[in-house]
Structures are given as C-alpha cells and as structure tokens.
C-alpha cells in the first residue's frame, strides 16, 4: 500500500510540473501584453517600458519560469496586475465558492446517478429503464448554461424560490449561501449524472450475470439484498474511474456556469483575468485547477484500491 | 416421508432458435442421507435441473412439475419464502470456484452471510460457527482464512470455503453442480472426499452433478444418465456400472481413456449432443446411435426394468445389451 501511495505522489508531483511548463508555454506563445493591456494601446513608450521592467516582463523566460515555480513553492503567487493584492488572497476568497459549488453539484451528479442507473438496471427491459435511458439522453445533450438559464427562469423568475444570481457570501449564514449555490449545482450536475447514470446502468447490467451474484441468490439473499450487497460495490469500479474523469469537465463547467449565475468564484476570477491579461492571475488559477483534478484522481486511484482489495495487494 | 421429491420436472428456456426443452419429465425422490449422481455431456440439462430445483432458473424459464421438499410443495412458494428456503434447507455448492465468491467480500463475510440471514444467531455465535466452518471444510488457521480475500486463496482453498458456505445452515440437501471439474486432479479426490464426509456426518441428502464417471462411480449410491434433458437410464450406481443397458451409458463409458490399454485413438460417441430446442422426435439419441432402428426415430422409449431398481430408456435394450459392444468394465 505504501508503495502504491509512493507511486501515486510521484505521479501527481510529476503531472503538476508537467502543467505548469505547459500553461507557462502557453501564456508565452498567446498575444496580449500585460503592460498595453494597463496602461492602454497609447501609452508612451517609456512608461510602456518602465512599467514592464516592474513587472519583471524584460527577463528571459526561463528566468521568469523558475521565478514563478520558486516563488509558489515559497508560498509567494505574486500580486494580481488589475487587483493590485496578492493572488494567494484573492484566489482564498473565491475558493470558499467554487470548492462547495463542485462538491454540491458532484454530491448531487453522484446521488442521482447512482440511484437511477440502479433503478433502471434492477428494471431493465420494463418502462422505467426506458425512461431513465430517454431522460439521461436529454441530460446528456444540454448544454449546462443553458439549462442554467432555463432555471433561473423557471425556479427564480417564475417561481422565485432562488436568487436568480449572486452570492452573499458565507457570513449571511449557511443556507442564503447554500439556496445561491444550488441552482449552479443542478445545472452542472445534470449532464454529469446523465452520462454517470448509464455507466453505473450498464456496469450493474453486467456484474448482474457473474457467477458470485448467483452464489448470493443460491444462499437466500433476495434481489433487491443481492444488488446492494454483492452488485453495487463491483459495478462501482468503473463508475467511479469515469467519476475522476468527470470532475475536470465539472471544472471546467464551473467557469461558464459562474459566469451565467454571476458568482464570483474560481472560474469567473480566471475568466475575467484572461480578458485583463492578468497573467499572473491566469497561471496560477489554472495550475491550481490541474492540481485540483490531479488531487481527485489520485483520490480515484485509493478508493480503487478500497473497492477492490485485488488492486491493493497487486501493487503493493 | 422423502426428504426431496422431484415429479415430471420439465423446463423450457426460450432462445433465439425457439423453446430449448433443458429438463424432459424428470421424476425422482431422494431420501434422508441417500446420494443421487446425475451424469452426462456438457448440455443435456443437467445444471438447469439443479438450478430449476433451487429455483434460481434464468428470467422467462417456463418450469413445470412438482417439486416438493420434506412435504413442502417449492412450487406454491412465493419469491420471499423461497429466500428462506435457499441457502437454508437446500445448498448448493457451483462449479466454478474462481468465479463463484465475491471478489471485494472477505470469505468470512461470505461464509457468514447464510448464518445471519437463516439460523437467527446472534453476530459473535455467527462468528464463531464461521470460524469452526472454515476449520471443518479444511481451512486450519480459520481465523486467517475469515479475513481473507478470495484471490489469496487456491481453487482448492475456494471450493472448500464455498462447502463451507453451503453447510452452514445445515441444509437436507445439498447440491454440487460439478464441484471438482474446474480444480487440479489431486485436489479434486481430496475436495470429493470432503463432501462425502460432510454429507454422511449430517446425514444430508447430496445430489452430486458430473460429466466424470470416476467422480460418480465413487460418491453416490444411484446415478441418472442424462442425455437431452431425459433421463435415460437409472439404477443403484454399482448395478449401473456392472450392466450398461443404455447405448448412450455404453457409449460414455467406452469414451474413458483406461490406463494400461496402451496407446490407442480415444473412442467418442459419433455426431454431437443434439440442440435442446431441436430434439428430433422419438428417441433423441437415434441420431448418434449404431442401434437405431426407424421405430426409434418415431416412438419415444419408456423405462424399461433392466433388474431390481435398474431401468433404461430403449427400444432396444435386449440388443443393446447383448451386444454391449463395448462391455462392461467392472
């Protein structure tokens, strides 16, 4: 197990340095100056000049690189070029949104997936599979913002029973932050549950017809015993591989739904940071995004080894 | 009173060529402690019997006849009642180890299951009836074992553990679907050995289900020939081997390779087990049979008195068994 942990940490550590030459590659090759985008198309030369100097923008790349790892590694993420505050602080704030907003939204994609491809595989070939699999093709075609926006016509607008935007923050107490939160949460939710609800189908469907759920029934466990008891856990290793998968598009979901519901998390911070050229901003935002879904699958890769006790004893 | 009583079971499974008869009009009774052997090819019915008889046959099986065990008639049973019936007064032990136990349970809490559903013990007498299980199928270091997981444990190690499973509510029958095809030889007499222990100590009924004559020859006290979901001939196992009446009997006999015959081509009985949703009319094994005249292709042979107990489905029996063209082995 430990050698298997080890194993894990070396590729996290690894895929992180691999992430950040590519978003550093990136941000290097992309056109837009930080200095013209400050000081306006106009600006004179020598105020360009000096103004680049002070964001350090004359050194090498390479320099600027190893600056840049160096100065994370220390704690320091440099100051936002339009905010004027240390990146570390403005990126703490808008955790304390996107960090619940993914949890809720991949709570609820878990929950409904798991309960409806079991409901539709435990009825397979009766009308209530036919209806999960109808409903999760829909799921599966929306595009989340805007099945975002037809919520908030319907629950906010019409209903009026969520703010249709927004966020007040945690200090207007748990449930004002958590009614602005839900909304966002369903719409990520729904596409993802969607494609997990026939995953966690299919997978019940085939660990149905092993050998092992026969010897459960040949002992007297009911049907219903038999799925929770011996299906669930084995159908739940590939279900959960597409799970780690999924929580990168959640991610990237985040950043258009906050856009759409107004939130001012992660992925609203990082998309206004591209549109001021706050490179700064930009490349420490998106790091911090691979190592969120890096960290995740690297959660998959242990609860694989918890499902399963095979995987454990082969690596270890 | 007859522990098992089985009357013209019949099951028809449907598949994509039309209505598989798997089961033809299968009667018998097992009584208290006796062994019943049920021997034939791959695909003539043999485990869906078994299957059928615990009532675990696959979705649309359309099952028919009476099955009634100690006086209680299984057929009249509801879904939930069965539950209680299955894995409680009849076990059964399955053909593949390897793929039978639950790979993410350890063996304990498979072994244990049967005991906290049936016998009403409380979680440590559970636990330790598992642990005196584990050590009685021959699992010594039980404790070990209980924590175990199935794939650190040998085909051997495994079909004891699932013994062990099947015992545990102390079942009147039990059930063995092939339970030494899938192991090593010399781990198969051991396993065998096991069984027929355990069955003789808790004078259990056992229905042993085998394609291996040797297997049947050496554990049961009457044996059914199976052949297209029939039985086609039935007697006391040692009467059965010392007078093969069936040509079909002979037949699987002669295909047992002997030690000491020298090099020869293995004999085989011509042509293949006939479709199960095709079986030709009259006598299903007319087609493969060096006997056979038109009658057999048009009438469907009953049980004919072979000697006490000792029966046979043919036309042609007294043939059959003048010629034995391949004798009898004993």
């Known amino acids: 197990m430990s050698v298997f942990l080890a194993k894990r940490f070396a590729i996290f550590v690894a895929t992180l340095f691999g992430a950040s030459v590519v978003i550093f590659l990136a941000l290097e090759i992309l056109p837009g100056d930080p200095a013209y985008a400050i000081l306006g198309a106009d600006a004179e030369p020598s105020a360009y000049e000096a103004l680049r100097r002070e964001l350090g923008l004359d050194r090498p790349a390479v320099d600027r690189y190893f600056s840049w790892v160096g100065g994370m590694l220390t704690g320091d993420f440099g100051v936002s070029y339009t905010y004027s505050v240390p990146v570390s602080e403005l990126v703490v704030e808008r955790l304390a949104l996107t960090v619940p907003l993914a949890v809720i939204a991949m709570a609820l994609t878990v929950v409904a997936a798991v309960g409806l491809g079991l409901y539709a595989a435990a009825h397979h070939n009766t009308i209530g599979d036919w209806g999960v699999m109808v409903f999760s093709q829909f799921g599966i075609a929306l595009p989340n913002f805007w099945f975002g926006i037809l919520l908030i016509l319907f629950f906010s607008v019409y209903l009026g029973w969520f703010p249709s935007g927004g966020f007040p923050g945690w200090s207007a107490g748990t449930w004002p932050a958590l009614k602005s939160l839900l909304l966002p949460a369903v719409a990520l939710a729904t596409v993802q549950a969607a494609i997990l609800a026939r995953v966690t189908r299919s997978s019940v469907l085939e660990t149905i017809r092993e050998d092992y759920v026969r010897t459960a029934r040949a002992k007297g466990l009911t049907r219903t015993a038999t799925l929770w008891r011996h299906v669930l856990r084995n159908a739940l290793i590939p279900v959960v591989t597409i799970m780690g998968l999924q929580f990168a598009n959640l991610l990237a979901g985040t950043i258009v739904i906050e856009n759409v519901f107004f939130l001012p998390g992660l992925g609203r911070l990082v998309f206004q940071a591209i549109a001021n050229r706050d490179l700064v901003v930009v490349k420490d935002v998106v790091l911090l995004l691979a190592a969120m879904v890096v960290i995740v699958n690297f959660v998959v890769d242990l609860a694989y080894a918890v499902i399963d006790p095979r995987l454990g004893a082969r690596d270890a | ?330």
């Open chain 2, 1 to 330: 009173m007859s522990v098992l009583e089985v009357d013209r079971l019949t099951v028809a499974l449907p598949m994509v060529a039309g209505l598989a008869r798997a089961v033809r009009d299968v009667s018998f009774r097992l009584e208290r402690g006796e062994t019943l052997g049920i021997v034939g090819e791959s695909g003539c019915g043999k485990s869906m019997m078994a299957l059928a008889l615990m009532g675990l046959l696959p979705e649309g099986a359309d099952l028919r006849g009476g099955i009634t065990l100690n006086g209680c008639d299984l057929r009249a049973l509801d879904e939930k009642a069965m539950c209680r019936v299955r894995g409680n007064a009849i076990a059964m032990v399955f053909q593949e180890p390897m793929t039978s136990l639950n790979p993410v349970h350890t063996i304990g809490k498979q072994v244990i299951e049967p005991l906290m559903l049936h016998s009403g013990l409380g979680r440590d007498e559970a636990n330790a009836e598992t642990l005196s299980l584990l050590e009685r199928v021959g699992l010594v270091d039980p404790r070990r074992f209980y924590g175990a997981y199935p794939h650190q444990l040998s085909g051997g190690q495994r079909q004891r553990a699932m013994i062990a499973m099947a015992l545990s509510c102390h079942p009147e029958v039990l059930i063995a679907d092939e339970p030494t095809t899938a192991l090593d030889v010399t781990i198969q007499g051991q396993i065998l050995d096991l069984i027929r222990d355990v069955v003789s100590e808790r004078q259990m009924s056992l229905i042993l289900i085998s394609h291996d004559l040797g297997v049947i020859a050496e554990t049961v006290d009457r044996v059914f020939v199976m052949y297209g979901g029939a039985v086609v001939e039935q007697g006391p196992t040692p009467d059965v081997f010392a007078r093969l009446a069936h040509p079909y009997t002979q037949g699987l006999f002669a295909a047992v390779p002997q030690v000491g015959e020298g090099r020869r081509r293995l004999r085989t009985i011509p042509g293949t087990v006939p479709e199960l949703a095709d079986l030709p009319g009259g006598c299903t094994f007319a087609d493969r049979c060096s006997l056979a005249h038109e009658t057999c292709r048009s009438q469907v042979p009953d049980m004919r008195s072979v000697g006490e107990n000792h029966s046979a489905a043919c036309l042609r029996l007294d043939a059959a068994m003048a010629s034995s063209s391949f004798g009898s082995r004993r």
